[in-house]
């Protein structure tokens, strides 16, 4: 397999640490709102990454962390608590927002038939680890207290910017007009690891430490997490690219620091969802979430889908009328799948020569369009229905499409599989036509007559209607 590194900037073959089995982290969301599909995008992709490890044989574990404290409304440490900020919008307690927000978020995740990590695990679980952390990056001199905060020293490091050049976003911290500049850092990209002196009055979430009552840093949370259950060696960590700075350079300084190694070797970073004005955000315009697209008629799959045609390296626009496309599409190519006919033996060294193919395709860095078009192929070959059935079934396992899986008799559904039928039909006849017999082409379309449908021959094709 095949991966592009953020670190290197290259397409790497995939090489894990301890062969064969894979030690995948995924940082999670931030659980003070609704997770908007440019969120999910990467949770998408980062699905299809898992699946398609699997699909090549590799034998994963992968961890996700739940941000329940400690996130501020900038990734800098500065601005308002997030957490805070929610229970104070929904005048409920942290906690309970904590809990209603990662079953939103689980939930839009299972709509979108993204698989629960192996393991999830909400930053309030690891206070002890993280005092750990911070107590030996202190003793090792790469940590200091200075106000009653201590923070992570980025002077101690050799090369701080592993990512390359972020001087541009570096820059915008304390230019911002709504954040000031923390004046106990010694250097400018020093971070929090442990906040002592709240500047949030009403903190609900406190801990005993070291260093007295307080609360943890955001980045510290992913290094001991990563940590707790992957150990000190992670082979890729995953998340979208606005994480790369500061939060993923924050975290490979403080993992390093503390295990004096190399920590991660694969980052895997999501590009953005964009709508026609630009970045995506929750400040401007309609907030776009799983459930408001469910509202507007939309399937969630579809969604998937339309993600899954362009590459997780590139910008993705959204637009409705990119998504009503991507569901048409989705639709015509669902019910060609639910209409292959259940014939024949299923020739298996079919199926593992175009698994092969597919784990090629895909495990080249994670190329869902081109395993899509590779779906297409199959559709048009000429192989026997059951063994195209069979393939398809095996290449879901990646897209997670839920190609062969019938739609419930819902009001959609219904058409859906009508659409199937007739689309069946007229493919019958096509082939009928072209073997000459023309006697079962007449009754194939009475028969579709006698259901209330009329096909018409035209120079693009054959058109159907309902009488
Ligand atoms: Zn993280």
């Known amino acids: ?47 299809v990454l898992e699946k398609t490890l699997r699909y090549n044989g590799f034998d994963v574990k992968r961890v996700m962390n739940i941000t329940d404290v400690g996130h501020l409304s900038s990734d800098a440490d500065s601005g308002e608590d997030k957490m805070l900020k929610g229970a104070k919008r929904e005048h ?22 993204i698989k629960t990590p192996d393991v999830v695990e909400p930053a309030t679980n690891c206070i002890p680890e993280f005092i750990h952390m911070i107590e030996v990056l202190l ?7 200075a106000g009653e905060n201590i923070y992570f020293d980025t002077s101690k490091l050799e090369s701080y910017y592993v990512f390359g050049n972020q001087s541009s976003d570096d820059l915008k911290i ?30 609900a979430l406190k801990w005993d430490s070291p260093w007295g009552v307080g609360y943890p840093g955001w980045h510290i949370e992913c290094s001991c997490i990563g940590m707790k259950h992957l150990g000190e060696y992670m082979d890729i960590h995953c998340g979208g690219v606005d994480n790369m700075f500061p939060h993923h350079t924050n975290e490979i300084a403080q993992s390093e620091a503390f295990s004096g190694h190399k920590w991660c070797k694969y980052w895997f970073h999501v590009h953005h969802l964009n709508d026609e004005s ?24 579809a969604y998937r889908f339309f993600a899954l045609l362009s590459h997780y390296r590139k910008p993705l626009t959204f637009s409705y009328d990119a998504l009503d496309q991507a569901t048409a599409t989705y639709k015509k190519l669902k019910n060609k799948v639910l209409s292959i006919p259940e014939e024949g033996e299923v020739d298996e060294s079919k199926v593992e020569e175009w698994h092969k193919n597919f ?19 199959v559709l048009k070959s000429d192989l026997n229905g059951n063994t195209k059935r069979a393939i398809i079934d095996d290449f879901d396992y990646v897209l997670s499409l839920d190609l062969l899986k019938a739609d419930e008799a819902s009001e959609g559904g ?4 009508l659409t199937a039928y007739v689309e069946a039909k007229i493919e019958e006849r096509k082939q009928a036509k072209k073997a000459k017999d023309f006697e079962k082409a007449d009754a194939i379309r009475n028969e579709l007559l006698s259901k209330g449908i009329v096909i018409e021959d035209t120079r693009e094709g054959v058109k159907w209607k309902r009488q």
């Open 1 to 47: 397999m095949y991966i592009y590194n953020s670190l290197t900037k290259k397409v790497e073959e995939f090489v894990p640490h301890t062969p064969g089995k894979v030690a995948m982290y995924t940082c999670g969301p931030t659980v003070y709102h609704f997770a908007h599909i440019g969120n999910l995008r990467s949770y998408i992709m980062e699905d």
């Open 359 to 377: 784990a090629e395709t895909v495990g080249n860095d994670v190329n869902t369009s081109m395993g899509i078009t590779l779906l297409y192929d």
């Open 174 to 203: 304390g230019v911002r007009d709504d954040v000031t500049e923390d004046t106990n850092k010694r250097n400018k990209n020093d971070f929090v690891l442990w906040f002592t002196k709240s500047k949030f009055e009403d903190q």
């Open 278 to 301: 630009g970045k995506m955000s929750k400040s401007k315009g309609e907030f776009l979430t799983v459930s408001l697209l469910e509202e507007k008629g939309y399937d969630p799959i």
């Open 139 to 145: 003793e090792k001199g790469y940590a200091y207290k």
């Open 92 to 113: 409920k307690s942290v906690m309970e927002i904590a809990k209603y927000y990662t079953d939103a978020f689980m939930s839009d995740c299972a709509k979108l038939n």
């Open 414 to 417: 219904e058409e859906d599989e």
